[in-house]
Each structure stands twice: as C-alpha cells, then as structure tokens.
C-alpha cells in the first residue's frame, strides 16, 4: 500500500515559516491535498494539488510537489494556525485514497 | 450553501452494527460521490470506501470489506455508513465527506459522529 509519511510535530515560532513535508515513492506525479484539523472539528481543506487555495484560505498557505516530497509551507504563522495538518492523495494502484500520518504544528 | 450533517453519537456494544447518516444540502446530491473517513482517538484519519449517490454503487477500502456498506436514498439526499460486527477498536469518530471530482480532494465534510463501543 501507498504510504505517506509526515514528521509528527513541527514548532513555529509567530511570524515565522512552517514547513510541514510529506514524503512517498514518486509523489510528484499525483495530486496532494491538504488538511487543517483543529482539536474537536471536522478537516477543513487548505490547499489542493499543491497548487492553489480554497476560497477564504488565506494566501500564507502554500504547497509545493516534486520528486519523492511535497510540501505545505505556512508562512507569517499566526496562532490560529496551530492544529494538525495531514496530507492526502489517490493511490491509482490500490484504487484507494490515502491519508498521511498527520503533523502536529505548535506555535511556540 | 453546501453541508453535510450527520448522525448523533452512537454508545454500542462489541458485535453490534451501527449505522452512520449524513445528509447533504445546497448540491445536486447525485452529482459527487461522498466518502467515509474515520478517526480513533488521538490518531489520524483513515480512509473508508466510497458511494456513488447517482448509482448506488460503493467501492470500500481493502481494511473494511466484508464489514461495512454503504447505501443511499435519493428521496431525502442521504448517505449511510453501516459497519457490523463491532470490536473496541471501531472506536473513532465517522465523517462523511464530499468528493471534488476535478483533483480528488475532499472540500466539505461532515461535522463527525462519535461511535463508542463499549461493553
């Protein structure tokens, strides 16, 4: 099975750049979602494809994907970022949707 | 404006079903295949299966086949999740979600429902 792997915490201090990865075998070629979780909510989409933001998103939230690793970059972090965030794709082999491991973003 | 509401929390015991609802508003219901997620707690998010609401048909994750099913009624735009044979570890919290047919991202979702098994 496909598996996603993210880091389980990432800590950011306010006004600085978090980097949230999520790494698997030739993840470039497929569409990455991802998630914002807040303790006791539903996931709320932040970026899709790893290229663009739903409405009301704002523009800090961005995400990257090439090779063996994409990326959601949180920049000027505010404290209503922290949560957690996992990454998502479609596994065409499984025929399944997979979800990452999840991380946990601290604001210090 | 697009939802997804679902069930009440559910307290059941091992070997039981349990039966999940989530209705959908403010969309063409058969147009968008909703999927299931679930979410013991403290841990991550862990994919169900899917159902096609146009024609019924499901597609379930290879973790639960042979457990769970999903089904739909068109009359009032709801989907159900039904899982049988209930251990502790079905423990989590089910949400049903909105599949964007586009790029394969989930853009709404449910608010969740609590299932508890416990004897």
């Known amino acids: 099975s496909y598996v996603l792997t993210q880091p389980p915490s990432v800590s950011v201090a306010p006004g600085q750049m978090a980097r949230i990865t999520c790494g698997a075998n030739?993840?470039?070629?497929?569409?990455v979602h991802w998630y914002q979780q807040k303790p006791g909510q539903a996931p709320v989409l932040v970026d899709y494809?790893?290229?663009d933001r739903p409405s009301g998103i704002p523009q800090r939230f961005s995400g990257s994907n090439s090779g063996n690793t994409a990326t959601l970059t949180i920049s000027r972090v505010e404290a209503g970022d922290e949560a957690d965030y996992y990454c998502?794709?479609?596994?065409?082999?499984?025929?399944?949707?997979?979800f990452g491991t999840g991380t946990k973003v601290t604001v210090l | 404006q697009v939802q997804l509401v679902q069930s009440g929390a559910e307290v059941m015991k091992p070997g039981a079903s349990v039966k999940v609802s989530c209705k959908a508003s403010?969309?063409?219901?058969?147009?968008?295949?909703i999927h299931w997620v679930r979410q013991a707690p403290g841990q991550g998010l862990e994919w169900m299966g899917w159902?096609?609401?146009?024609?019924?048909?499901?597609n379930y994750a290879q973790n639960f086949q042979g457990r769970v099913t999903m089904t739909r009624d068109t009359s009032i735009n709801t989907v159900y999740m039904q899982l049988s044979g209930l251990r502790f570890d079905d423990t989590a919290v089910y949400f049903c979600?909105?599949?964007?047919?586009?790029?394969?991202?989930?853009?709404?979702w449910g608010q969740g429902t609590l299932v508890t098994v416990s004897s």
């Open positions: 979600a909105r599949l964007n047919p586009l790029l394969g991202d989930f853009d709404y």
């Open positions: 403010g969309y063409t219901f058969t147009g968008y295949y």
């Open positions: 159902i096609n609401p146009n024609s019924g048909g499901p």
């Open positions: 030739n993840i470039g070629t497929k569409s």
């Open positions: 494809d790893a290229s």
């Open positions: 998502q794709v479609f596994d065409f082999d499984s025929d399944h949707y997979v």
